[in-house]
């Protein structure tokens, strides 16, 4: 009997330290220290071009400080929040502030912006054109289902002279409802989702299709390069560190911030894109 019990009390004990193992390792993805004591797990989602490839960048210069760097590719913009949000990731990197705004808004998310990193220039993309003053009348534009882009892409297109907006419409939050003149009669397609825009381009069902960079990239595009039509060098889009609001001033995302600022990394951004994907420092 008293074997049975020593085995017992050993199954148990062995146990409690299994379920000990697997707490430490999950906390290990919140920021903090891993199991080992030594280094702190950072985990960023982000979409695959450009931002994981920058995180990439990053990573040894996190390591110098004690952080080891986890970066999760999302290929969507749903996902990445909803995931921060349930506490799978730390942090997500793939979106620019009207989105962001406007996700926290829908789904109530408890975000911060943990700080603004670059800046990637819409595009309109033509397989029929390589001018915009081709153009026909009656043309159609396909645009993606994001909302926060709808703005985005009317200002890009008011700045060409082909479009003009309702008096006291913010463009930021501009619909294609208010579209005031149209001379070209230009017909607006906006149910795509937007990782689907650049096999809609190369499909060619469109006059022009409006493609977010990172997905452009993504199909051996450069904005700068191929689009017909592309974004002022003044846009609000900023793309962004997010997290949870109870970690805005956490060391290991602050360090994170400070590592994307660097002259190193911003340097390497300028250089990787031609200028196509543009480094901010706030």
Excluded at 17 to 36: E, I, P, Q, R, V
Excluded at 181 to 194: G, Q, R, S
Aim: proline letters at 4%; hydrophobic letters at 40%; a negative charge.
């Amino acid at each position: 009997m008293k074997k049975k019990l020593a085995g017992l009390a050993a199954v148990i004990a062995l146990t409690v330290g299994l379920a000990a193992c697997g707490n430490g390792s999950k906390d290990s993805t919140d920021g903090s220290k891993s199991s080992d004591g030594d280094k702190t797990v950072l985990t960023v989602g982000a979409s695959p071009t450009p931002h994981a490839e920058i995180l990439e960048q990053v990573k040894p210069i996190l390591e110098k400080e004690g952080i080891d760097l986890e970066i999760k590719k999302f290929d969507d913009y749903i996902l990445p929040n909803k995931a921060l949000a349930d506490g799978e990731i730390d942090a997500n990197y793939f979106q620019h502030i009207p989105y962001f705004n406007l996700q926290v808004e829908e789904n109530g998310y408890d975000f911060a912006n943990a700080g603004g990193i670059h800046i990637e220039p819409m595009g309109l993309y033509s397989q029929r054109i390589d001018d915009i003053k081709d153009l026909k009348d009656g043309a159609t534009v396909i645009a993606s289902n994001s909302e926060s882009d709808w703005g985005r892409v009317i200002t890009i297109l008011q700045d060409a002279g082909l479009v003009t907006v309702k008096d006291g419409v913010d463009l930021e939050t501009a619909t294609f409802e208010d579209i005031d003149e149209n001379p070209k009669n230009l017909k607006f397609v906006h149910d795509i989702n937007p990782e689907l825009l650049a096999t809609t381009y190369q499909n060619d069902e469109a006059d022009l299709v409006a493609i977010n960079a990172n997905f452009a990239y993504n199909a051996g595009l450069n904005p700068v390069n191929d689009s017909v039509l592309l974004e002022s060098d003044n846009s609000p889009y900023v793309n962004i560190i997010a997290v949870r609001s109870e970690d805005k001033d956490n060391e290991a995302i602050q360090k994170l911030v400070e590592a994307l600022h660097s002259k190193e990394i911003q340097d390497w951004i300028l250089e990787k894109w031609d200028g196509s994907v543009k480094p901010v420092d706030k």
